[in-house]
């Protein structure tokens, strides 16, 4: 079998070509993956946290909203309550998790989490605790 160059061998080789033929070459590489993670807890009484199954939480509803404008960015609704959510692509900037908690059909839990910051490229990790209502 013969070996096959990788992607960025054959970006380098071009690139070293385009510089002999042309004087210059920019390497144009795809945008950096930007992540936000939240990991969640929810209060169990007392003061005291935990997962959703200690908690009791059936289900949730989510809202990611960009700070500066005001936008939601990402959300769902009635979904099975998760240890974190993670947002992927996202665009530079300050974000607002905006959760909701349910047993058996009733608001029980819910909060609004600030201050979830993210740079090009970065893989950010946030806390949010969710309060009973």
Sequence with gaps: MKPMLSRSRLTALGCALAALALGGCVIVTPEEETTLLVNLSWETGGGAFGDCVTAGVDTMDYELIDSDTGESVAWDLDVGCGASLEFEALASGNY??????????????????????????????????????
């Design 96 to 133: 607002e998790l905006a959760i909701d908690g349910y047993r058996s059909g009733t608001l029980f839990w819910g909060s609004t989490c600030a201050g979830l910051s993210v740079d090009r490229g970065e893989f950010a990790e946030f806390f949010c605790d969710a309060l009973i209502r």
